[in-house]
């Protein structure tokens, strides 16, 4: 990272330099650090502020950061009528950006501690109710953002079954057929599918003759710095079985990139094959074109992304019976909370699971009969017959006389102590 003077601002490129090496996360999660370091300085360098004092005034920075335009020497214009130009996700991004700046230029002796007082709020656990604490002896101490907005909640729907077949229709060669499957069928990110090399893909029913013995079809699924800049965000890696559709489909390409590249190419799984440089690995930025490319062939009536393929592929195996920790291992995810957002049960399943709720006026007794919850009148009760149909019979002993007589020669209509009721196909309670 450069300064003003294109010299090299040496606490903002040691801290990234220890992201992306010295804890291993992704190429793209440094870069957004990046660009959050350098509104930051922006912002100290237009308002006068030293950015390594300027912790304490992080809230009039939120506000330049809703109104700063993306060009460096534009105006920017806040207060009423004003437009935003960052929303509240990405505010937040950039504050936690600043923080891990500021963080690490601590640790480094960079910067007063005092400043970790400034973004953070710095407390123990001795605070804390006993039920909190649980069995971890001693004091620990927990830090909190102090500055933080928010966030309005957005919800990632999933794409229809529909929507994945109109997708898959709409391919024009086996390399597109499969890169649908692995996102839909397989539920992969687009980083993970561009990411897969040749030797992950054990498609054989017994793969002991390759040194795995993992049974049947399957890919591995392993995160690597690829030549492509393709990441898996999962940092573990994992075994993701694969059905006949993916096999199938992926003979096809396997046929068709050696039609038109032969034997030889790269490790890479999916390579281009029908534009230059052919032969080099498809990236990210190519699957995300291909899946707005093929809803647009498709003639779909609104935008699908590839995520919501994977929000798809989450719910259709808990639509099938799948369990939350099945969910869990085929999306790679550790915690267990993960895979929540990923689930939208099908409509027909929620209707199912509310047909599946007894009606409440009716309740089972000892010979099984379905009796009804006495009212005013008296108590009716379903009987089944020989042909498994339901007679009503009278509860009351008050009714096995006079009153019916009299209700007979009334027109059928029972008067007296009680009135017959029938169950309706819905479960209502209506008078025959």
């Given at each position: ?98 923080r891990g700046l500021l963080s690490h230029a ?24 006993a039920e909190a604490l649980g069995e971890a ?296």
């Amino acid at each position: 990272m450069l300064d003003a003077e294109l010299e090299v601002f040496a606490p903002a490129d040691q801290w990234l330099r220890h992201v992306r090496f010295g804890q291993s996360r992704a190429e793209l999660t440094t870069n957004s650090y990046a660009g959050a370091v350098v509104l930051y300085l922006r912002w100290c360098e237009r308002t006068g502020r030293d950015w390594r004092e300027a912790a304490g005034d992080l809230g009039l920075f939120m506000v330049w950061l809703k109104y700063a335009p993306a060009d460096p020497h534009g105006q920017v214009l806040a207060g009423p009528g004003s437009t935003s130009m960052r929303g509240e996700r990405r505010i937040n991004g950039v504050l936690t950006g600043v923080r891990g700046l500021l963080s690490h230029a601590v640790t480094t002796g960079m910067v007063e501690r005092w400043v970790l007082g400034q973004v953070y709020e710095i407390g123990s656990s001795r605070d804390l109710p006993a039920e909190a604490l649980g069995e971890a002896p001693g004091m620990v101490a927990r830090l909190k953002a102090r500055h933080r907005l928010q966030e309005p909640e957005s919800e990632v729907d999933r794409a229809t079954d529909d929507e994945a077949v109109a997708l898959f229709r709409a391919c024009r060669n086996a390399r597109d057929r499969v890169i649908v499957l692995l996102l839909a069928r397989v539920g992969l990110r687009p980083g993970q599918v561009a990411g897969l090399r040749r030797s992950d893909c054990h498609l054989l029913m017994d793969s002991r003759a390759l040194g795995c013995d993992v049974e049947g079809p399957h890919l591995h699924i392993i995160r690597r710095a690829n030549e492509n800049g393709a990441w898996s965000k999962s940092r573990k890696k994992w075994v993701q079985p694969v059905d006949f559709l993916v096999v199938q489909a992926m003979d096809q390409y396997t046929a068709e990139r050696h039609r038109l590249l032969g034997a030889g190419g790269n490790d890479f799984l999916l390579v281009n094959l029908f534009r230059a440089p052919l032969g080099s690995p498809a990236t990210t930025d190519a699957i995300g074109e291909l899946i707005a490319a093929l809803v647009r062939r498709a003639g779909l009536g609104r935008s699908v992304v590839a995520r919501m393929l994977r929000h798809a592929f989450a719910s259709n195996v808990v639509d099938a019976g799948g369990a939350l920790d099945e969910v869990q291992a085929l999306l790679g995810q550790s915690h267990p909370a993960s895979p929540r957002p990923y689930l939208h049960p099908a409509a027909g399943r929620l209707r199912e699971a509310i047909e599946r709720v007894p009606s409440p006026r009716m309740l089972p007794d000892a010979a099984g009969c379905c009796r009804m919850l006495p009212d005013a009148a008296g108590c009716c009760r379903m009987l089944p017959d020989a042909a498994g149909c339901c007679r009503m019979r009278r509860a009351s002993s008050e009714h096995a006389g006079g009153a019916g007589a009299r209700g007979r020669r009334a027109g059928g209509r029972a008067h007296g102590g009680g009135r017959a009721r029938v169950l309706g196909p819905a479960g209502l309670v209506g008078r025959p």
